[in-house]
């Protein structure tokens, strides 16, 4: 084994309590990097699958005029939707299509009501591209009623066969209103689904809207990631409508995904300055304390570099191995949320709703591979530079000094 | 000439206070002398030996080793000296704690790189055998007595076949028997293998043991 390494593995052996109390700091804060990053994005990517599977697809169509502020304006209809269709049919990266008419509305059950978002679904190509009637638990969609989410059938006090009363803007502008029977109960992941939705067969929303049109047409591609280039193809056949892609429709989730990130990071920045000064403490009393063998090992003849190397692979070492543990707690914490996941209802409710992201019900973690390899390239980097200023002091000692040194 | 020190001065300094520890020092070592620095302490015979073996600059004066001046030599060229030209024994050792008898043995031929894996080990396990330290080579320093202690740190200077050895009070922390034994065994090296010794001592059995002796009072060379 080459000399400095030898050194530097031996003299971190030499204090064991010591070094395994630097580990530890180290390895809470990589375990707690870790297991925190991959619940974000479990969080992440759930809000995402749910916004892309419940309400907008891999992207939408709507009318060039759609206005993000007025989103269920009359404006908003799009009346020769077939055209549209008959272009998405026809490309091969397409790979479902379907057509939605959405407005807003109040739900009455003759005590309370609420606010809700109605949407018209075609019930024969909605689950090319949404899954929500995978979701029904209770009950059917029909080609007459609706159904709502559980959550706000639960606040509303009906179950599947009662009635409500939806009043609703038609699209001339008058104020109506109509009673829907509830024919089934979602229950899903999406608590947009569970909580504030009707849904109903979008012949029923055109004919209590009076209209032909429908709002969106959302379809999915092959490689959603690749969405925008698809919709710069697309554009080239539709130039009179606007495109919506998941990640414009999903900005501002991956814009509190962010600021989320942003608060892990000063976390992280926090636990890593108490790793960066638990090492400086660490390798500055093994300095202080290894003063005679310094001197020593100058009298034998090695050099500087190869001194403040044994400094410097002492650190990396405590980085290396402190975050190759906290890799593997963090990971194994992990892999219990991966598997099992939070359940956020029976723990706390709706929870899901209330931290801004788009989920319910048990979320689990995912595994980010290449946060775990930053942690622990970051780790051995970050001690590595902290024993910077020890290995330095230990090379700036004199020789014959340090051999005088009672120790 | 092995060595050749020319007016070699030496200050230290703490705070307001200056200690003139070597004045006016010239002397000559031959190759194959077994030479003594006596003196009391504070005599001025560890900071002369710092300064001969590289670990401390004069503040003037000249020394030349082995027709080299070692005047104006950067850290790293004062570190090869070290370790191309000198073997050092400490009075308290000086081992390294964390390496096996062995290990420090063959430190000094792993810095010099000029030796095969084999050539290395049958250097260190030759050299344990002349100082009587066969059979310990796995264990650790502290698992020794002071004297085997010392034992190793000769062989672990003398593994190179350096030319000078500088010793700094070899027995000062040994008990007289074991002291002598440590002594013979030097000038058995120095009379078998012609081994420069240089070495500091203000013990007067020890000194009796070398061919010069050069004495050191108040920084000044008294002979």
């Known amino acids: 084994m080459n000399n400095n390494l030898l050194l530097a593995v031996r003299n971190l052996l030499r204090y064991k309590r010591r070094t395994i109390l630097t580990f530890l700091v180290l390895s809470f804060g990589v375990a707690m990097y870790v297991f925190q990053i991959s619940f974000l994005k479990g969080f992440t990517d759930k809000s995402l699958e749910n916004m892309i599977n419940f309400e907008t697809g891999h992207a939408k169509i709507r009318s060039l005029t759609y206005d993000d502020n007025e989103p269920y304006a009359v404006k908003n209809i799009i009346t020769n939707s077939s055209v549209i269709k008959s272009v998405l049919k026809k490309k091969k990266y397409v790979k479902g299509y379907t057509e939605r008419l959405m407005f807003i509305g109040e739900l009455d059950n003759s005590t309370d009501s609420v606010p809700c978002i109605a949407v018209g679904i075609d019930i024969k190509t909605d689950k090319n591209v949404f899954s929500l009637t995978q979701f029904i638990s209770k009950g059917s969609i029909k080609t007459n009623g609706a159904v709502i989410g559980y959550k706000l059938a639960e606040d509303l006090k009906v179950g599947v066969g009662d009635s409500l009363y939806l009043t609703f803007r038609t699209e001339a502008g008058m104020i109506d209103s109509v009673s829907l029977e509830i024919t089934g109960l979602i229950n899903s992941s999406d608590p947009k689904a569970n909580t504030s939705n009707i849904y109903m067969n979008i012949d029923i929303a055109r004919k209590i809207l009076r209209t032909n049109g429908v709002t969106d047409i959302a379809f999915k591609v092959a490689d959603y990631m690749e969405i925008d280039s698809y919709i710069m193809a697309l554009k080239k056949s539709l130039a009179g409508y606007s495109f919506w892609s998941w990640k414009k429709l999903g900005d501002h989730m991956l814009a509190l995904s962010k600021s989320k990130s942003m608060g892990n990071y000063f976390f992280v920045i926090f636990l890593t300055i108490i790793a960066v000064v638990g090492v400086i403490n660490t390798m500055l009393m093994s300095v202080f304390e290894k003063k005679k063998e310094i001197g020593t090992l100058k009298a034998l003849g090695m050099r500087d570099k190869d001194i403040k190397r044994i400094f410097l692979i002492e650190g990396s070492l405590i980085g290396g191995l402190g975050s190759l543990i906290g890799i593997i707690a963090g990971s194994l914490i992990t892999w219990y949320f991966v598997e099992n996941g939070l359940d956020l209802v029976s723990m706390m409710g709706d929870i899901g709703k209330n931290v801004g992201f788009r989920v319910m019900g048990v979320v689990k973690a995912r595994w980010s591979p290449s946060s775990i390899v930053m942690a622990f390239v970051m780790s051995i980097l970050v001690t590595t530079l902290a024993s910077f200023y020890p290995a330095k002091k230990a090379v700036k000692l004199d020789a014959s000094e340090c051999l005088r040194t009672i120790q | ?223």
């Open chain 2, 1 to 223: 000439m092995l060595l050749n020190v020319n007016g070699i001065n030496k200050t230290y300094h703490s705070g307001d206070v200056d200690f003139q520890a070597l004045y006016d020092i010239n002397l000559d070592i031959e190759k194959g002398e077994f030479t003594a620095l006596c003196g009391p302490s504070g005599s001025g015979k560890t900071t002369l030996l710092n300064i001969i073996g590289c670990l401390d600059s004069a503040d003037s004066g000249e020394l030349v080793l082995d027709g080299i001046s070692l005047t104006d030599k950067t850290s790293d060229e004062l570190a090869d000296l070290r370790r191309d030209y000198f073997g050092f024994i400490f009075q308290t050792y000086n081992l390294i704690p964390v390496l096996t008898v062995y290990e420090n043995v063959e430190l000094p031929l792993k810095l010099l790189k000029k030796h095969s894996p084999d050539e290395t080990s049958t250097m260190v396990f030759e050299t344990l055998k002349k100082v009587g330290l066969e059979g310990l080579d796995k264990r650790r320093p502290l698992e020794l007595s002071g004297g085997q202690q010392q034992r190793v740190s000769i062989a672990r200077a003398l593994v190179k076949n350096p030319k000078m050895v500088l010793a700094d009070e070899p027995t000062a922390n040994l008990d007289t028997k074991t002291g002598e034994t440590i002594v013979d065994l030097m000038k058995d090296m120095n009379e078998k293998e012609g081994v420069t010794f240089v070495f500091s001592t203000h013990d007067s059995l020890i000194m009796d043991h070398a061919k010069k002796t050069i004495n050191l009072r108040d920084g000044k060379i008294a002979n």
